[in-house]
């Protein structure tokens, strides 16, 4: 496509080759609300070959992905080869094409919205066997990680203190060079747990702040547990609400300060999480945990959430199992 009105920040030299519009399969409802307003313009803030983070003009933040990767409420999965793509490219929306500064075009029409169904009250599981699950999912996860995390630097680190077993080791081993950050969070997430277990919502709050920016990357180790914290704790409310695992507590204040301590990008992803809502395995493990009635696959959940991103799957899903800590103390 040959565009033909010049935008600013439009420059014409950094034009590919590209003509033919790859198609985007699926969008996230929110990715696709942000481009179905009336005038869509904005910027490329982030470039690499797994995502591209888009801001628009108007704040919000949505992001281009590979066909492979799992889908988000915020991206939009397509074959495009995402190396055509770069930081401070001006993007805007047009006749159903997502049109880039360099003449790179991307089709929406025909996508798929992408929108779970959250668990639902009248199909919770027994008390009884959502105990179990819990159980079983710790225990899942703390044997995937002991045999395939060797030498790797998350937050899984501080799932040996997630044991009720007095014989829990005092310290755990991290690996030789371990950044001092994912040490700080390790111990952080450790002093955390007990005051999980009783589901003290406003003191894991004011506590889980110090988590916030801790850490590499767009989004750091300790966003993403406390993001998974959060999701759990809201799909435990929303599912079993007569059972209060968590105490009501407004998180406002919390996103309010990742706006300063974080990335624009983690504060947005951490802002959904709150909302019960994130990656598709995610959402996939809230439900079936807290609602289906067949057999429960623990270890299939943990490593479908573990595949996401560098360290993010076992950051959030520790997190996670800290959000389930009150059910597994209560029983």
Not at 117 to 132: H, I, Q, R
Not at 146 to 172: C, H, I, K, V, Y
């Amino acid at each position: 496509m040959t565009l033909t009105t010049t935008l600013p920040g439009w420059d014409s030299s950094l034009r590919t080759d590209v003509r033919l519009a790859p198609k985007v399969s699926k969008i996230g409802f929110k990715a696709n609300r942000y481009l179905n307003t009336a005038v869509v313009s904005g910027e490329v803030i982030v470039a690499s070959s797994r995502a591209v983070y888009i801001t628009t003009d108007g704040g919000n933040i949505f992001a281009i992905c590979p066909l492979d990767q799992q889908p988000h409420p915020r991206s939009l999965l397509t074959d495009l080869d995402l190396s055509h793509l770069q930081f401070g490219l001006r993007i805007r929306v047009q006749d159903g094409s997502l049109n880039f500064s360099n003449d790179v075009e991307l089709d929406l029409r025909d996508s798929q919205v992408w929108q779970t169904t959250p668990p639902s009250v009248s199909e919770a599981v027994s008390l009884p066997e959502l105990g179990d699950r819990c159980l079983a999912l710790i225990q899942a996860a703390q044997d995937m990680h002991l045999r395939e995390s060797q030498g790797q630097e998350n937050l899984g680190m501080a799932l040996p203190f997630f044991s009720p077993d007095t014989d829990a080791p005092q310290e755990t081993q991290l690996p030789n060079g371990a950044s001092p950050l994912v040490t700080a969070g390790v111990q952080q997430v450790r002093e955390l747990l007990p005051l999980c277990g009783c589901g003290n919502f406003e003191t894991v709050l004011g506590l889980s702040e110090q988590l916030i920016g801790l850490g590499h990357g767009l989004t750091p180790s300790g966003d993403d547990f406390v993001g998974g914290l959060l999701f759990m704790s809201f799909h435990l409310n929303t599912v079993y609400p007569v059972e209060r695992w968590w105490a009501k507590c407004d998180t406002s204040k919390l996103l309010e300060r990742s706006t300063l301590l974080t990335s624009d990008i983690s504060h947005a992803l951490l802002t959904d999480l709150t909302e019960g809502e994130s990656h598709a395995s995610l959402n996939e493990l809230a439900k079936e945990l807290l609602t289906d009635s067949n057999p429960f696959d623990a270890a299939k959940h943990v490593r479908n959430i573990t595949q996401i991103g560098q360290s993010s799957g076992w950051d959030m899903l520790t997190g996670m199992l800290a959000g389930l800590l009150p059910v597994i103390h209560r029983a």
